[in-house]
């Protein structure tokens, strides 16, 4: 189609128009199970060229980014994405990738959101201090835990 460019997925978008009165509606859609939520959200992009997209509470929404920046520091040249863990959600995961990757890899760090994040009371933090990231031991396996650092030595656990 003329008049398209190429996005950095290959994937085909108009020219942003300019002058052209904008604007967006939020709406909330719920469906009685996961299939038709997936359903919906393919045929929403496939016929419309819309992406359903699930928004945080903002004070979740700032600890994500809380969270993000301090692994952005500690993994300077990567793109790192935060959001709930699937198999805890009150813990943060995180993934990275080099710019222009398409995969995004696992990071060990994980950051637990506090218990009373939703209630008046709670006031975010200015920072995250992530804990020290685990070594890895001559060999590729994984060192360092509590017995090793109980024994007095470097923390590492190379046996």
Same mark, same amino acid.
């Given at each position: 189609?003329?008049?398209?460019?190429?996005?950095?997925?290959?994937?085909?978008? %108009?020219?942003?128009?300019?002058?052209? $009165?904008?604007?967006?509606?939020?709406?909330?859609?719920?469906?009685?199970?996961?299939?038709?939520?997936?359903?919906?959200?393919?045929?929403?992009?496939?016929? !419309? =060229?819309?992406?359903?997209?699930? /928004?945080?509470?903002?004070?979740?929404?700032?600890?994500?980014?809380?969270?993000?920046? !301090?692994?952005? @520091?500690?993994?300077?040249?990567?793109?790192?994405?935060?959001?709930? @863990?699937? !198999?805890?959600?009150?813990?943060?995961?995180?993934?990275?990738?080099?710019?222009?990757?398409?995969?995004?890899?696992?990071?060990?760090?994980?950051?637990?959101?506090?218990?009373?994040?939703?209630?008046? /009371?709670?006031?975010?933090?200015?920072?995250?201090?992530? $804990?020290? %990231?685990? /070594?890895?031991? $001559?060999? =590729? !396996?994984? =060192?360092?835990?509590?017995?090793?650092?109980?024994? =007095? @030595? @470097?923390?590492?656990?190379?046996?």
């Amino acid at each position: 189609m003329e008049g398209l460019r190429p996005t950095l997925t290959g994937a085909e978008t %108009p020219p942003p128009s300019e002058g052209e $009165p904008f604007c967006s509606m939020p709406v909330k859609v719920t469906f009685s199970d996961r299939q038709s939520r997936i359903i919906f959200e393919k045929t929403l992009s496939e016929y !419309a =060229g819309v992406r359903a997209s699930q /928004s945080y509470p903002k004070p979740v929404r700032n600890e994500m980014t809380l969270f993000r920046k !301090a692994l952005q @520091d500690r993994y300077p040249d990567m793109v790192i994405m935060t959001r709930p @863990d699937n !198999a805890n959600p009150l813990n943060l995961a995180a993934f990275m990738k080099k710019d222009g990757d398409r995969k995004w890899t696992p990071l060990p760090e994980t950051h637990a959101l506090p218990l009373n994040i939703m209630l008046s /009371s709670y006031s975010p933090p200015n920072h995250i201090v992530l $804990p020290d %990231p685990v /070594s890895e031991c $001559p060999d =590729g !396996a994984i =060192g360092g835990g509590e017995s090793a650092a109980a024994d =007095g @030595d @470097d923390g590492m656990n190379c046996d």
